[in-house]
């Protein structure tokens, strides 16, 4: 992870720390979901940290989602959502996608591609910076789609606002996006969730599943579901396809929101994968 004649460099971005009820991410007997006014009632409570992935290719920079908006707070005041997810505010802590991007002495418009692994407001929600005429930005078919039918300002974690004119170019099902990395179709936490997979030449197979899936604990095996899915049967589904994905690569996985597992990750820009 340090010199390397590798022709990829993979950077994990810090994108915000959110904290929220983990019932919202893992289905446990008994609990019911509580905003933060109530934190200190359930034993629920905890991190759930957001990354965002860029990889440096001979094809050019390839960004993978955004992370948490600066001002979450008040932009997440429509949807109710900034007091069940607040973003801790620790200013010797983990900055946002701007700062990451600073740290690597770079700006949006370096970003060839922009991938957005679904549309909720803890992913697309600093799409907007690459609205550049350069960076291409891109979606699932599906997502595309299915946000098209929300009527009104938002509609459950999707905030209208953060993706509304933007040109998103759609993915259609599992495809290439350069050499060595892809996407994987990974429906059901929404319509076009898709997850995201990365063949290193020195380090080996990544896979990032975004919300596909959540924790450790979601991915078991047993596969455990959440308190926000669009369809927990697709989801199912998603699960075990990365599983035979994971099983044939031995590909290392990286999940959407889990606090103990990003304890062992190197977050640039401290280090970077080859
Ligand atoms: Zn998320």
Wanted: charged share 25%.
């Amino acid at each position: 992870m340090t010199a390397t004649d590798s022709p990829m460099k993979l950077h994990v971005l810090s994108t915000g720390v959110m904290e929220c009820d983990h019932t919202w991410l893992l289905l446990q007997a008994g609990n019911t979901i509580t905003d933060r006014q109530h934190k200190d009632k359930p034993a629920a409570w905890g991190e759930a940290p957001t990354h965002a992935v860029l990889i440096e290719t001979p094809e050019g920079r390839i960004l993978w989602d955004t992370g948490v908006p600066r001002d979450w707070e008040k932009r997440w005041e429509p949807t109710g959502f900034q007091d069940f997810f607040p973003v801790q505010e620790d200013p010797a802590g983990p900055g946002y996608l701007d700062t990451a991007l600073a740290d690597l002495e770079l700006t949006p418009e370096d970003i060839d591609i922009l991938v957005l692994s679904h549309l909720h407001f803890d992913h697309a929600a600093n799409a907007k910076m690459f609205e550049n005429g350069k960076t291409r930005i891109l979606a699932q078919a599906d997502e595309i789609e299915g946000v098209k039918s929300i009527e009104g300002e938002f509609a459950g974690a999707h905030l209208v606002s953060d993706f509304s004119g933007l040109p998103l170019e759609p993915v259609h099902g599992d495809a290439e996006i350069v050499p060595g990395v892809s996407v994987i179709s990974t429906p059901g936490h929404t319509w076009g969730t898709m997850s995201l997979r990365v063949d290193l030449p020195e380090d080996g197979t990544k896979i990032f599943t975004s919300d596909a899936v959540y924790l450790g604990a979601s991915w078991g095996p047993p596969a455990i579901g959440a308190g926000i899915v669009w369809d927990s049967v697709g989801w199912l589904e998603s699960v075990e396809k990365l599983r035979k994905i994971q099983e044939q690569t031995g590909a290392e996985m990286i999940f959407g929101h889990d606090a103990e597992q990003r304890k062992g990750l190197t977050l640039a820009p401290d280090g970077f994968y080859s």
